[in-house]
């Protein structure tokens, strides 16, 4: 369906406002967003506190799976936004949530890192894998203790997140623990591919997750962004309506996409990978589901109209 | 297009040696064809060794990339098939071949093992990779490290071939080198998933070659089956004609669509994963790209009719 995309820099400031008062809710994306890494973008923790104080239901949605949802609250309020821990939503906390409703026995199997352990271990659900492993004697002799493993372990679930010791021993573990047991679940934090800096490329969980459904045989459930279960405990329970919702973000694949998957209405901020001239690239290539419905160059552009 | 499958059992002696006589070439595949590890299957030594006498030009082509060239070939001839060296096709050999064809200056950062290691080492292509590499300090610093060796390497081909030793740090390695270098030659040996054996499974090159074409986001140059490329080289030199030619194997989507690209006759053999039941499966399903245009439950099954 064709979108025809508003560059909010062409409204004037009523117009902006109006708009702005039509959402009740505001999902904001993080990185790229807010923030790069530790420096806070300008005037961005200013904007969303005057929504708060307007009354918004703000929520930030992160595909971040490096850190638990309360490292990545500690840090907001760091930088002076004054959003509550409970509307945080990561993929860490996501699946460790998803597993103590479904997980009714045995243990889960984690390719990830120490924030996912940590939220899964608050929520005192039994698992193992995090770290460094690797072969170290012989393939054979390794599968042969994989195997041991998988009869004897009952391993009911397989959980993918960003992981900087992703090896093949770990593919050889997910492998065997997900072809032996049909009913076994697999998620995934989320399937980001790459995070590309100027001049570096950092491998990122999708390509973690490509390597794992590929030898398994099966598709993760993904639990970030665009998928959209990310949201669907929020409308579900009545806390959000998609009509009155905005979903703010840097990435079209990841934000305006999962917006759209939602029925949210989507503004791209040209903070990330992505500007204007690229919706307009998007619009002549009739790849309207990266076409958001609004732009704007930061969200700090936004303090202005409030 | 549909085919029909004949089930050689059906046939009489007569009609079987007439099918035989109506080719000049036959290319057989390695594993689960000819032997199990290091197990022969009955007969299929003498079945080839009497084609050859016949005059045949038999080919042994196999995605197998843990052994090289040479190694398969005293593999057979310990298993005493007649074979010449030069008539078995391997992706270890196949790769060494391309690039020393294509890659003029500068090194091959390879994902792989030893066997591809010794084939490269024997055709004088300069690479580095091979082994066990994971992250032992932080990933930060791993970062700072390989984004040196992408600007100061010169490295013009990233490899990916079976290696039990894969991690994230060859990810991240083979993710900068390729999206630093445009040109930079992507090749894989095969992309076969997973090897299943009767409780194990075992991940293969395929999910390896998945995890980092997600990350690089490109696709690898497969120099194995099915991929036509494979018999480009002989077809174009005339060595064989497409339509006087007959592939054998026992994985459909491996050896009976490589034969299809190839415009070749196709013969599953049972003593894989697939047998007779399977083939009318998938007529059913209209998977016909999958149907072999004969099937026979042992190559040994042949002997009797040479």
Redo the contacts between chains.
Sequence with gaps: MPVVPQNLLNLNSEETKKLFNSFQTILVDCDGVLWYDDQQIPLTSETVNALLEQGKDVYFVTNNSTKTRHELWLKARAMNFSINESNIISPTYSVASYLKAHLLEGKAYVIGGEALAKELTAMDIEFFGPG?D??ERS?AD??EM??KETSEGNIQAVIVGF???????K??RA??FL??NETCIFLATNDN??V?YP??????T???V????????RKALIMGKPNRAVADKLINEGLISPEKTLMIGDCVKTDVVFGKHCGFSTLLVGTGRYQWKHVEKFLEMKLFQYVPDFYIPSLGDFKQYL
Excluded: Q, W
């Design positions: 460094p690797f072969i393939l390794t599968v994989v195997d992981d900087e010791h992703f090896s093949y021993k593919m050889l492998c065997n072809h032996n591919a790459v590309k001049h570096r490329s950092i491998p990122d999708g390509a973690l490509a390597a794992v459904e590929t030898c398994v045989e």
